[in-house]
């Protein structure tokens, strides 16, 4: 018995892993887009990317786990269903329980998994992931202004350089500055250099030049021998979010904040433990459900499985919604979608034992 079931394990630790890649990859595509648009202004290495992409999976694994748990527990499954080795199985003396063990071991360490990305995992790998965009889009900026070229990484301005002796130092700068919709300013100097500041701020000192400043109908314009500007990137920088936060860090933060972000963090946090709990309903649910795909094989498992989450998710985002516009509960309308699925996976597994 303890061999059948190492080989189902195995099976099934190999089916979970290609499912939790396809899935984080999935899901994963449209976080990369968003944060192309920041990065594809200042020539992100491929390392950098790299670095991304990995800091960007435990943010998703508290929901591709529990769908790549039950996705390859219902192709294995359903696999040994349509060669009868289910039926084998049973009729050699094995019941329920014994035939579903390997999901239980599985299952359980998924669930620790998920349980420590819920608690410290996820909230520590997002604030890395900010301190990192942030870093390279601050080291990168420099680079990414190029001689004879406009540019508009500066938020609300236009630069123009003639020459570049190198990545720091310039010759024949124009900058228009519009941070001020009351006062326009335009701005000339034969060098300066540039440097990186705290936060997403970049530093010019300019040598030789001349500041013209425009407000209604008055002009003014002014001449320097050195002038000191600092410009904020056009990205701006990414806010510490609920994600980023741990369980005891958002419960410390409840009470002091305003009712509607107060609804929000108290989401988040039941968020963090009913997701991880999915993996344990799994368990009885995942053997139960892949009898019912009968000899629909893998297509049947991957379509029962991809209606079980849509239902889920479908009762998860509604629910919270209704917390939102305050005409739920936030426990209930969190709890609702887990506690569904808990009673289903009950009665499920209960039906399968007693045949």
Request: charged share 20%; with cysteine.
């Amino acid at each position: 018995m303890k061999r059948i079931h190492r080989a189902i394990v195995k099976e099934l630790a190999l089916t979970f892993l290609l499912s939790l890649a396809s899935l984080n990859f999935i899901l994963m595509m449209e976080k990369l887009l968003r944060l192309s648009r920041v990065l594809s202004g200042i020539g992100t290495s491929v390392f950098d990317m790299i670095k991304i992409i990995l800091l960007l999976q435990p943010q998703l694994f508290l929901l591709t786990i529990p769908m790549a748990l039950l996705l390859s527990t219902l192709f294995v499954y359903a696999r040994m269903n349509i060669d009868n080795e289910l039926v084998i199985l049973r009729t050699s003396g094995m019941n329920f329980w014994e035939v579903s063990k390997p999901v239980v071991v599985l299952g359980g360490l998924c669930f620790l998994i998920n349980f420590a990305v819920s608690l410290y995992i996820g909230p520590k790998s997002s604030i890395i992931l900010r301190e990192e965009i942030t870093n390279i889009i601050r080291e990168r900026a420099p680079f990414a202004i190029e001689e004879g070229q406009f540019t508009t990484l500066f938020r609300d301005t236009v630069l123009f350089v003639k020459d570049k002796t190198d990545d720091k130092t310039m010759q024949g700068i124009f900058l228009y500055d519009n941070r001020n919709k009351n006062e326009s300013k335009v701005l000339v100097a034969k060098q300066g250099t540039i440097s990186t500041k705290e936060g997403l701020n970049i530093a010019f000192f300019l040598t030789d030049g001349s500041l013209n400043m425009t407000k209604g109908n008055k002009t003014t314009e002014l001449f320097f021998r050195k002038y000191n500007l600092i410009l904020s990137l056009e990205a701006e920088t990414i806010p510490k979010k609920n994600a980023e936060l741990t369980p005891a860090e958002l419960m410390e933060k409840i009470p002091v904040i305003e009712k509607k972000r107060a609804l929000n963090a108290y989401t988040e946090l039941h968020r963090r433990f009913s997701l991880p709990l999915m993996c344990v309903f799994i368990i009885f649910f995942g053997p139960s459900l892949s009898l019912m795909a009968g000899k629909g094989g893998k297509l049947g498992g991957l379509t029962l499985g991809l209606a079980v989450f849509t239902f889920y998710y479908m009762m998860l985002i509604y629910g919270e919604n209704l917390v939102r516009s305050g005409r739920l509960v936030h426990y209930i309308g969190a709890w609702f979608p887990t506690a569904v699925l808990g009673i289903f996976a009950f009665f499920m597994y209960r039906r399968e034992r007693t045949r």
